[in-house]
């Protein structure tokens, strides 16, 4: 949350001590007076980098090889313009599940996932990527993890970041993205 010091709170103090009858009209014209704010970036989940699993080293790829495996389980977000600046925050809420494999040793895995953002061209103009080690503690194989992002998207103040778009996705190497694709082709239709 943040806390704003200046001139709103000062103006906040003499509302307090204005009458009621003030606070109702002044309440109705800022009804009429404010500009409808803008639909937020959409979130898109990047199908092919939305599930992650992690093998021992060698080449063995059956359940007995696997270490972790990870998944993008859902995620809120929810955004607000400053509109003469030209610039709008989006909060997002990413919820990650996890679960520890039998071939896995230690008691966490860590993970690295991508946050990028397009702008209404479709061009990429930042990408981040984060890395998440969920602790397994005794006993438990799998577990959830929230990840709290805050993204500040710079746009045309004429315009809105209506379409801009942010993706969010496993950052996979180039191997375990050709084994997705592999996985997939086998996979009858």
Same mark, same amino acid.
């Given at each position: 949350?943040?806390?704003?010091?200046?001139?709103?709170?000062?103006a !906040? $103090?003499?509302?307090?001590?204005?009458?009621?009858? +003030?606070?109702?009209? %002044?309440?109705?014209?800022? &009804?009429?007076g404010?500009?409808p704010?803008?639909?937020?970036?959409?979130?898109?989940?990047?199908?092919?980098a939305r599930?992650?699993?992690?093998?021992?080293?060698?080449?063995?790829?059956?359940?007995?090889?696997v270490?972790?495996?990870?998944a993008? !389980? $859902?995620?809120?977000?929810?955004?607000?313009?400053? +509109?003469?600046a030209? %610039?709008?925050?989006?909060? &997002?809420?990413?919820q990650?599940?996890?679960?520890?494999?039998?071939?896995?040793?230690?008691?966490?895995?860590?993970?690295?996932?991508?946050?990028?953002?397009?702008?209404?061209a479709?061009?990429?103009?930042?990408?981040?990527?984060?890395?998440v080690t969920p602790e397994?503690?005794?006993?438990?194989?799998?577990?959830g993890?929230?990840?709290?992002?805050?993204?500040?998207?710079?746009?045309?103040?004429?315009?809105?970041a209506?379409?801009?778009?942010?993706?969010?996705?496993?950052?996979?190497?180039?191997?375990?993205?050709a084994?997705?694709?592999?996985?997939?082709?086998?996979q009858?239709?």
């Amino acid at each position: 949350m943040t806390i704003r010091h200046g001139p709103r709170a000062r103006a !906040a $103090g003499l509302f307090r001590r204005a009458s009621p009858f +003030l606070m109702l009209f %002044l309440a109705g014209c800022s &009804l009429f007076g404010t500009t409808p704010q803008p639909a937020c970036p959409r979130v898109v989940l990047v199908d092919e980098a939305r599930q992650i699993t992690l093998y021992r080293d060698g080449p063995g790829r059956d359940l007995t090889d696997v270490r972790y495996q990870g998944a993008i !389980a $859902g995620f809120k977000s929810k955004c607000e313009y400053d +509109l003469d600046a030209g %610039l709008v925050d989006v909060d &997002l809420d990413l919820q990650l599940a996890f679960s520890r494999g039998p071939a896995a040793r230690e008691g966490e895995g860590r993970f690295d996932y991508f946050v990028a953002i397009t702008d209404d061209a479709d061009k990429v103009i930042a990408k981040r990527v984060f890395s998440v080690t969920p602790e397994f503690p005794v006993g438990v194989t799998r577990v959830g993890v929230t990840e709290e992002l805050t993204q500040e998207i710079h746009y045309r103040p004429a315009k809105s970041a209506s379409g801009h778009k942010i993706f969010v996705g496993f950052q996979l190497t180039r191997e375990q993205l050709a084994e997705k694709r592999r996985q997939r082709q086998r996979q009858p239709q």
